[in-house]
């Protein structure tokens, strides 16, 4: 491609927001302030932006992070204690969108989109050898854009899929009303008499008072299901202002059992921090009803509410996101053997 320059950056505070912007238009959580909140929460990781220019106009870029506390799988614990030490020494340089499972990298539609990605491709091996890292990772692609990459990278399944809804509703009645079958909608009066019964009550805020008993009940989520801990949680709840943010609490009496951060970036939702007690009967489904009446009143187009409890959001009308492929290529000799190893598409 004629005139094509990759320029790299390492502060979206470097990066002027009109063009970046311009080229986002449309992508959910992909916008300048989107980053300015990323930076600030995962501060503990140092970004890499590969900014690709024909002339003086922006037509793709690729946003990387060098990621030493990636939450590892659920794998065996002694592979599990393997993994943490060797990301720790050497880190992945990984593109994604920060905190939102979503690729980091765009691209303008109507051009020579492999001229391109190999470009930023090489770039970016480049700069994750410079930087000591184990691999260049182009996260949360789907299933055919991971093959379309240089001989070098290859392409893993890694990843449950997140879930994605369409919003086509003004409100939470013409939603139930339209969208949802009869059962459902006895789901929801059903979940209404249970919070009624058990004096559940649920307030949406601005802001989070008390962080660290939602974090009681964000871990208990995650350990129940296997998971680590996610290391920046405490920090989304803090600057949640940044992005929109609404913080959904469900309180028995004094006690609170059950908590979701809900946060918007381009006219999307994303549904996280999940947190919810033992034994207090459909405080789940009370967070989900009002994560959905809260993205109709602030009218988003798209909902995107993560992996796992796929047949619940499925009722709910929530499809599979095929966006759990990497395409990977290893920084040195050593983890591109790795690479040729264990993932298709290795040639080199």
Request: aromatic residues 10%.
């Amino acid at each position: 491609m004629t005139g094509l320059i990759v320029r790299t950056f390492f502060s979206i505070h470097d990066i002027e927001a009109q063009p970046w912007d311009q080229l986002a238009q449309g992508h959910p959580f992909q916008s300048h302030q989107w980053y300015v909140y990323g930076e600030r929460v995962m501060d503990d990781c140092s970004p890499v932006y590969l900014l690709a220019y024909q002339g003086d106009e922006l037509i793709a870029r690729a946003s990387f992070w060098l990621v030493r506390n990636e939450p590892i799988p659920k794998i065996p614990a002694p592979l599990r204690v393997i993994a943490r030490g060797l990301i720790r020494h050497w880190p992945p340089l990984i593109c994604r969108s920060p905190l939102a499972n979503i690729s980091g990298l765009i691209v303008k539609d109507g051009l020579n989109r492999n001229e391109i990605l190999k470009t930023i491709a090489q770039t970016a091996v480049e700069e994750a050898a410079s930087r000591g890292a184990s691999f260049a990772v182009f996260d949360y692609l789907d299933e055919a854009s991971s093959t379309d990459w240089p001989a070098a990278f290859g392409a893993i399944p890694v990843s449950e899929p997140g879930t994605v809804m369409k919003n086509h509703w003004n409100n939470l009645e013409e939603y139930l009303s339209a969208s949802i079958n009869k059962k459902e909608r006895r789901q929801y009066k059903r979940v209404m008499q249970v919070a009624h019964d058990f004096r559940l009550q649920l307030t949406r805020y601005k802001k989070v008072t008390d962080i660290k008993g939602a974090l009681d009940l964000i871990r208990n989520v995650e350990q129940r299901h296997g998971a680590l801990p996610n290391p920046w949680v405490p920090s989304m709840l803090e600057n949640m202002q940044m992005v929109n943010g609404t913080w959904l609490e469900v309180h028995a009496g004094q006690q609170l059992v059950g908590c979701m951060l809900l946060l918007e970036d381009n006219h999307a939702q994303m549904a996280t921090a999940l947190g919810l007690a033992e034994g207090i009967s459909d405080v789940y489904f009370l967070l989900l009803f009002a994560a959905l009446e809260t993205a109709m009143e602030h009218k988003v187009r798209l909902l995107r509410w993560g992996s796992g409890a796929y047949e619940a959001k499925r009722r709910l009308g929530f499809q599979l996101e095929q966006n759990n492929y990497v395409s990977i290529c290893g920084a040195n000799w050593l983890t591109r053997r790795f690479v040729r190893a264990f993932t298709t598409g290795s040639a080199n």
